[in-house]
């Protein structure tokens, strides 16, 4: 079950106790803590009516606290400390640039730098890497918010 709570600046999607805080105007967001290929991550969101999360470079360091925030609830879990400290995350890049077709402007050092590595994953300092799209990885899928305002007259 998913419900949405909207603040004022924030866009809170309130999935299975997972609540998120991102300063990402008009979208909600889930983090996804199952371990999928780019493209089975993908699938997830596309299931959820969403996408692979996309941002702007002010909201990138965001995210990256968001994710780390929320791999540090996960310890002590089903998935390994190992595998939480050292994990990306998939985000929406492929073919080196955001799915939306914006360049990435804050790639890791030395990154991109393999002809095979066709996806992009964001790491805890907030630099994309580009990876194998069949790596597993955890995801954060996004989803546009609509509102529907209707205004009512009361009747004399």
Request: with cysteine; hydrophobic share 35%; net charge positive.
């Given at each position: ?21 991102v300063d990402i105007p008009d979208r909600c ?12 991550a993908w699938k997830h969101c596309i299931t ?35 595998v939480l400290d050292n994990t990306a995350t ?67």
């Amino acid at each position: 079950m998913y419900t949405f709570k909207v603040t004022r600046r924030f866009v809170n999607f309130l999935v299975a106790g997972t609540r998120v805080e991102v300063d990402i105007p008009d979208r909600c967001l889930i983090f996804v803590p199952e371990m999928k290929s780019w493209e089975g991550a993908w699938k997830h969101c596309i299931t959820l009516d969403a996408d692979l999360v996309v941002v702007q470079a002010s909201q990138v360091k965001g995210l990256a606290d968001y994710i780390k925030r929320e791999k540090n609830k996960l310890k002590g879990g089903k998935h390994s400390n190992s595998v939480l400290d050292n994990t990306a995350t998939w985000v929406g890049v492929r073919n080196r640039k955001w799915t939306d077709s914006r360049p990435v402007k804050y790639w890791r050092d030395s990154e991109p730098n393999g002809t095979k590595e066709q996806c992009g994953s964001l790491k805890e300092d907030g630099k994309i890497s580009d990876e194998r799209c069949i790596k597993c990885r955890f995801f954060v899928c996004s989803k546009s918010v609509r509102f529907n305002i209707n205004t009512y007259k009361k009747k004399d």
